[in-house]
C-alpha cells in the first residue's frame, strides 16, 4: 500500500507540523511532551491526530493465543495503547515466517531515569515472547546534533547507557546494540539505506512532520533518515544475510512515531516492507502528568541511580497527590487515581493486578490515605531499582563489547 501515513488533515499547507498544540492543549513531538491537564494527554485525540490505531481487546486476546503465553501489564493496562500493522506482525509469527524487533535510546545523559526503562523492560517481554532478533539503536549523533554535547561525550554515554539496557536481561545472542556514530561509520549497507531514505523524503515533508524550520541545522533536517535505517532488515546484513524483506516490530513511546510515519512512507517506494509498531504512553513526572520525565530536571526524576533514601525522599516531597487536601476531606471524597504520581507508577512497575486493584479501590474510597500509597510505592521501587544497580554492575566492558559488536545472531534467516 502507497498511501500516505499521516493523516489527511495534517498534510494541509497551513499546519505548522506535529510541534503544534491540538485543541485540547497538548504538545507532542519528539522533543516536547506536555499537556495542560492534570490527567496528562489526551490519548485517544492522539492516535486520531497521528493516524495510528488503538489497541482493541480483540488484538490483545489474538496475541494471548498467538503466543501462548501471558499479557505483559503494561498491554493490558493500555500503557502499551497504539499499533500500526500489529496483527500483520501475529500473521507473519503464526505462519512461522521470522521478524525482529528495533527499539532504540538517545543518549542524553549518564544517568537513566524509570521512564527510559519501559521500552526496554516491554521489548525484553517481546523479545522473550516471540523468540526474535533484535537491534537497538544508540543514536549519539542525533544528542550531539540536538544538545549541548561534544561528538565524544555524546559517544561514551551510548557506552553508559548500554550497561543499563543490557542490565534489562536481553539474549546476547540475539541482541546487537549500536552506536550511530560506530556502526554507520563501519557499514556501507547501513549507509546506502540512509541515502536510499534521504533521497524519497523532501525537505518540505520533513517540515511538515517535524516541524523543521530555516534556522534548523542540515544535520537535523537530515537525521530522520538515520532513525529510519534500522527498520529495513537488509542494514543488517551480518544478522539478516542482506535480506530486505524481514519484517520489523517497534516498540517505542509514541512521541517517535513521527520517526515512523516517515519510514513507513519512504518502504514502498523502496520496496521494503513497513515496519509495524507497537506505542507506550508517557512516564508522567513525579510533579504530574503534565509532563512526562525529563533527565535535565532531577527533581522530576527517579533515576537508576539513586539510592534507597532518595527515592524514599522524592516521592515523599515531590509525587503529586490526587488526595484530599486533609485527612477528613479525604477519608470523605476519597483520592483521584487518575492524577495521583503514585498510583499512576505503581501501574507501570506493580505487577499483582490483584494487589493494584484493591489499592485503587482504597484510595478511591478514602480507606487508603497518600501517605499509604506512598509508602507502597517507595517499598515497589528501591528493590526493583537496587536489583537493576546489581545487573549493571554486573555488565563488564567486555559484555558491552561483545553486545556492540556487529555479528551474526542466533537467527534463521533463509526461512
Ligand atoms: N530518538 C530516540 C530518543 O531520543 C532514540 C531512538 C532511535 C528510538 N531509534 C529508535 C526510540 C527506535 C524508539 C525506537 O530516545
Known sequence: MAENETPKP??????????????????????T??????????????????????IEPELLQRMEKVTGKPLHHLLKREIFFSQRDLSQILDSYEQGKPFFLYTGRGPSSEAMHLGHLIPFIFTKY??????????????????????????????????????????????????????????????????????????????????AIFGFNDSDSIGKISFPAIQAAPSFSNSFPQIFGGKTDIACLIPCAIDQDPYFRMTRDAAPKLGYPKPALIHSQFFPALQGAQTKMSASDPTSSIFLTDSDADIKTKIEKYAYSGGGATVEEHREKGGDCEID???????????????????KQDYTSG?????????????????????????????????????????????????
Not at 490527567?39 to 493516524?51: A, E
Not at 560506530?182 to 540512509?194: A, E, K, L, R, V
Open 10 to 31: 495534517e498534510q494541509s499547507p497551513s499546519v505548522e507540523g506535529e510541534d503544534v498544540e491540538n485543541e485540547s492543549g497538548d504538545v507532542v513531538d519528539p522533543w
Open 33 to 54: 511532551v506536555t499537556s495542560k491537564s492534570a490527567k496528562g494527554v489526551d490519548y485517544d485525540k492522539l492516535i486520531t491526530r497521528f493516524g495510528s490505531q488503538k
Open 126 to 207: 517481546l523479545q522473550d515472547t516471540f523468540d526474535v532478533p533484535l537491534v537497538i539503536q544508540m543514536t549519539d549523533d542525533e544528542k550531539f546534533l540536538w544538545r549541548d554535547l561534544s561528538i565524544e561525550e555524546a559517544h561514551r554515554l551510548a557506552y553508559e547507557n548500554a550497561k543499563d539496557i543490557i542490565a534489562c536481561g536481553f539474549d546476547i545472542k540475539k541482541t546487537f546494540i549500536f552506536s550511530d556514530i560506530d556502526y554507520i561509520g563501519s557499514s556501507s549497507d547501513f549507509y546506502m539505506n540512509m541515502l536510499r531514505i534521504q533521497r524519497c523524503v523532501t525537505f518540505s515533508q520533513v517540515r
Open 341 to 359: 504520581i503514585s498510583y499512576q507508577y505503581l501501574k507501570f512497575f506493580m505487577e499483582d493486578d490483584e494487589k493494584l486493584q484493591q489499592l
Open 367 to 415: 480507606k487508603l490515605l497518600t501517605g499509604e500509597l506512598k509508602k507502597v510505592l517507595i517499598d515497589t521501587l528501591q528493590p526493583l531499582i537496587r536489583k537493576h544497580r546489581e545487573k549493571r554492575a554486573e555488565v563488564t566492558n567486555e559484555i558491552v563489547k561483545e553486545f556492540m559488536t556487529p555479528r551474526k545472531l542466533d537467527f534463521d534467516y533463509s526461512k
